[in-house]
């Protein structure tokens, strides 16, 4: 299901999410405006290194316009939970992720990607 989701990665590339997590990754949904969003990433970051799996955390758009895809790039900048593959999910996508896969609400995890 998470390859019909393009993500732009943090070197621009346009990528299916899928490629970035493999067969059986986890995938946290969170926005920058979202006050448990960091705590979250935060616990997902320290239990990264032993995983089995990879974890992306995945930002969603909160505007239609996309120009938190800048803010985002330039908080990223400072490479907080460096465990981590990071993407950025547009607007359009959300809003369809959010019916297929059924959330309202951030963080979500969506695992066996």
């Not at 946290?28 to 960091?38: E, L, Q």
Request: glycine residues 4%.
């Amino acid at each position: 299901m998470l390859a019909t989701y393009d993500v732009v990665d943090l070197e621009g590339a346009v990528r299916p999410l899928a490629d970035l997590c493999g067969p059986s990754g986890i995938v946290d949904f969170w926005t920058m405006r979202c006050a448990r969003c960091p705590a979250a990433l935060t616990q997902l970051d320290r239990e990264a290194p032993g995983a089995p799996t990879t974890i992306v955390a995945c930002v969603l758009s909160t505007r239609p316009s996309n120009e938190d895809f800048d803010e985002w790039l330039d908080f990223m900048d400072d490479r907080p939970w460096p465990n981590l593959v990071h993407a950025f999910m547009d607007f359009e996508t959300k809003e369809r992720a959010k019916r297929e896969l059924g959330f309202s609400h951030v963080p979500f995890q969506a695992k066996n990607c």
